[in-house]
């Protein structure tokens, strides 16, 4: 199928990106020497591509090429179940990949306790405050009381964006990414941990990897 038609068939969208992601292809796949243009390296590696998105259209665009495919749900969850759904049922399989591939992005804050994770999780709760009141300021450290950060409604613009977020302990993680798994039936879990201590966040690693 050609960036053109695939433009069509996407709802008449006017993005290059398809175009863009067909010749990432090309340039990765088997040598041609016609090609006016050759990536050196890179030509023949065929390094697997993905197709990354927060909305319905990389869904459909990766179900029409049978690229593996991930879901921004760690900020954009409103569309992560008919995302993929739409690229479960609209899948074609591909020498890439014969079936459906999918992978969730979600926010993890493991700590040994489940206050200490909570507390940890504030930094990311603050800088997506922020983001909802055209504050770029970078990562800070943890509060103690994040309820005097916003109001109400900010409180529940920000639980909205962060809906996917396992915070806790390790048995609370657990479960919460089980229950996770079983909702949503995705392949993977893509980890984001915005967490401001570096030691933090690597301990809060090292009990993702053990459950």
């Known amino acids: 199928m050609t960036a053109m038609a695939l433009r069509r068939n996407l709802n008449g969208s006017e993005e290059d990106f398809p175009n863009s992601i067909i010749e990432l292809m ?8 016609e090609t006016q243009v050759r990536a050196t390296p890179g030509e023949g590696l065929k390094v697997p591509i993905w197709l990354l998105g927060s909305s319905t259209f990389s869904a459909k665009l990766a179900a029409m090429l ?22 479960s049922e609209r899948f074609q399989p591909s020498e890439t990949l014969k079936k459906p591939y999918a992978m969730a992005a979600v926010n993890v804050v493991a700590a040994d306790t489940d206050k200490e994770a909570n507390h940890l ?3 990311l709760q603050l ?8 504050d770029h300021t970078p990562l800070q ?3 103690n009381d994040i309820d005097t ?5 900010e ?11 396992f915070v806790g302990g390790p048995t609370t993680v657990k479960k919460n990414a ?8 995705v392949d993977e879990i893509m980890a984001v941990s915005h967490i401001y201590d570096h030691a933090a966040r690597l301990r809060s690693y090292e009990i993702l990897s053990s459950l």
């Open 26 to 33: 090309n340039y990765l796949g088997p040598p041609n020497p």
């Open 66 to 87: 049978g690229l593996p495919f991930a879901f921004a749900s760690h900020f954009a969850p409103a569309y992560l179940d008919t995302a993929i759904e739409i690229y």
């Open 121 to 123: 999780f504030t930094s």
């Open 127 to 134: 800088i997506v405050l922020r983001m909802i009141r055209e």
């Open 141 to 143: 450290p943890p509060v």
């Open 149 to 153: 950060f916003w109001s109400k409604q």
């Open 155 to 165: 409180k529940y613009a920000v639980d909205q964006m962060l809906r996917y977020s």
């Open 178 to 185: 089980e229950s996770f798994l079983g909702k949503t039936h």
